[in-house]
DNA sequence: ATGGGCAATACTCATTCTGAGCATAAGACG
DNA sequence: CGTCTTATGCTCAGAATGAGTATTGCCCAT
């Protein structure tokens, strides 16, 4: 390795010929919602998530991520954000002294009828089961997450390591006073791995525990999923992605069965209203959609600028008026 | 190095002779606020961040970063946090088909007066002038920034591209109705470098133009800056990593100071207070310090438990009680 | 054509948050 | 003892929120 100089000289100096064996993966959580579910691209039956080795034709990595979606899924790429960087030692099997680092970034489309997809888009609950309260508290937490995590608390080595086991457990799961926060999902389904509760987490031969339900994924892309729901999730409060994942028009009410689907809880329908119109992020189209029982909707398009404007708002410190 | 089919199962080929060299480097910006002054260390005569290449000695990144900075740096790194990675293809000038990916990182620190790091440390505004609206809009906004975006809006070869040029302009920089939104540093440097008027536009022999006052940095250390103090300036707001920053023991001015510094705007001092309390971030550590003329303050602490509880909040969505 | 069922919309109301000030307290100093 | 300076307290109006209640339209079955 050539020994480099702080920072200064050209970054990265003459290759030395030390086999660095670096090897860059992109991959991608690709969300959209349908039908009330937010669902997600897989492949390999539903153990994969996209994903492709950058190259050197790629003009970018978002460029690079683009063409393996596109090439393994047939399905164009909308919004794209990078969400992690991460790097295993050992992830690639064969390899010898290789490297992988793994670029992770999330993508917001339409699920697209008239392309047959296979049956690749699945809801993204199937592989976390209990992140949805949408029908209330899922039973799967008290009957066999609690208990289970529970006992990991309790097997800790010292009284101080357990009593930090259960503080995160009471904040990930809102025991304790606290509420239940769906932004928490990769801590979660951390807490989950650390406690061996999940397939990947004994998939090294572990001690093999009762495995939770949900659909397990392979190598780590179900760690990458929880960190895409993660962000989405905290997202969609305060810029409008949405937009992304909704048809040209749509009613308040399918806006906000989306919306409930990414955050996994129900929303009070006349304060969303309140808040979607007062923040200006959508117009009247002047339709309206009767396709249910009572009475008709306006349809509504998201307003042009907001693209633009509203995206950019910024959360608020108590500034001095000058 | 090995030819790595899609989705994860690897496949040793043999090396084809096309140069993969690609080379991943870490990147840190360290930040401190001593003085009242938010504070970068830098290398090279405040022209770089500190970095390395990760190799494979290196655990993870993140502690393939620590290596680095401490090594470079002689200043231990506390809290980390992942910025961005991005790749380019030229950016290493010798080497003839490389690759880079760069991974920069947020460090937060206290600046350790018992160390001494040279002339290391430099405020960040030192390399964005116009970020500083502690003492009222910089007179360089109006007096060169905006004339000169404004040319560079009208040098747009169809109206369309002019027109959404001025409109991000006007979001950027707080024009037309709309509000100077502090986070906004990365957008600002990119409209900035895009319209050739930074030093790092006009290197590789542009047009040359007048170019802002604010120090310049080698490659793209300067936006990644700006990318870390994007983030930090957006994340104080909901989470609380002022704490980093800092000392043990510390007057609710003091608090108010960083955070002006960080924003680089004041903040209502009773309304601030309010906030602070409210939240129960601190406590009262029952000393006082009177350094100042005026009455002695009291002196706080964070409270030990909010590291964890209050730094996992969550924002809001109008959600149904059940 | 009429009355129910079902959503969509419209309003209300109490509470909590916020933005801005005014007022008072406590040392230090001449 | 006034005065300067910063720390703290307290007030107040307006905006934002959480939870409901009331009305309005359409479709359908009687």
């Given at each position: 390795m050539a020994a480099k100089k702080a920072g200064g000289t050209a970054v990265g100096g003459p290759d030395t010929g030390a086999q660095r064996a670096v090897e860059v993966n992109l991959i991608a959580v690709l969300v959209a919602v349908t039908g009330g579910e937010p669902r997600l691209m897989t492949l390999d039956g539903g153990k994969a998530l996209p994903s492709g080795p950058f190259e050197?034709?790629?003009?970018?990595l978002q460029s690079g991520l683009r063409d393996w979606v596109e090439q393994q899924t047939h399905h164009p790429l909308g919004y794209v954000e990078q969400l992690y960087t991460f790097a295993d030692r050992?992830?690639?099997?064969?390899?010898?002294?290789g490297r992988v680092i793994s670029i992770s970034y999330l993508g917001l489309t339409r699920e697209d009828a008239?392309?047959?997809?296979?049956?690749?888009?699945?809801?993204w609950y199937d592989y976390f089961?209990?992140?949805?309260?949408?029908?209330?508290?899922?039973p799967v937490v008290d009957a066999v997450i609690l208990p289970a995590l529970n006992a990991f608390a309790n097997l800790a080595a010292t009284e101080a390591v357990a009593a930090q086991r259960r503080q995160r457990i009471a904040l990930a799961f809102g025991l304790a006073g606290n509420e239940w926060n769906e932004e928490l999902t990769l801590q979660r389904y951390e807490l989950l791995f650390e406690a061996g509760l999940v397939a990947e987490a004994v998939?090294?031969?572990?001690?093999?525990?009762a495995v939770l339900p949900g659909r397990e994924m392979i190598a780590d892309h179900r760690r990458i999923l929880a960190t895409g729901i993660a962000r989405l999730r905290a997202k969609i409060k305060y810029r409008p992605v949405v937009f992304e994942l909704m048809p040209p028009a749509f009613t308040l009410l399918q806006l906000q069965r989306c919306v409930e689907a990414l955050g996994g809880r129900l929303v009070h329908k006349q304060n969303f209203r309140r808040l979607v119109e007062q923040q200006e992020l959508v117009e009247e189209t002047g339709e309206t959609a009767a396709?249910?029982?009572?009475r008709p909707a306006k349809l509504f398009r998201f307003?042009?600028?907001?693209?633009l404007e509203r995206s950019i708002a910024g959360t608020k410190l108590p500034l001095i008026r000058t």
């Open positions: 050197l034709e790629h003009r970018s050992d992830r690639a099997e064969g390899v010898a002294l008239a392309r047959p997809s296979g049956d690749s888009w699945r809801s089961p209990w992140e949805d309260w949408r029908s209330g508290r899922p998939r090294g031969g572990g001690e093999g525990g396709e249910l029982p009572g307003r042009p600028a907001v693209e």
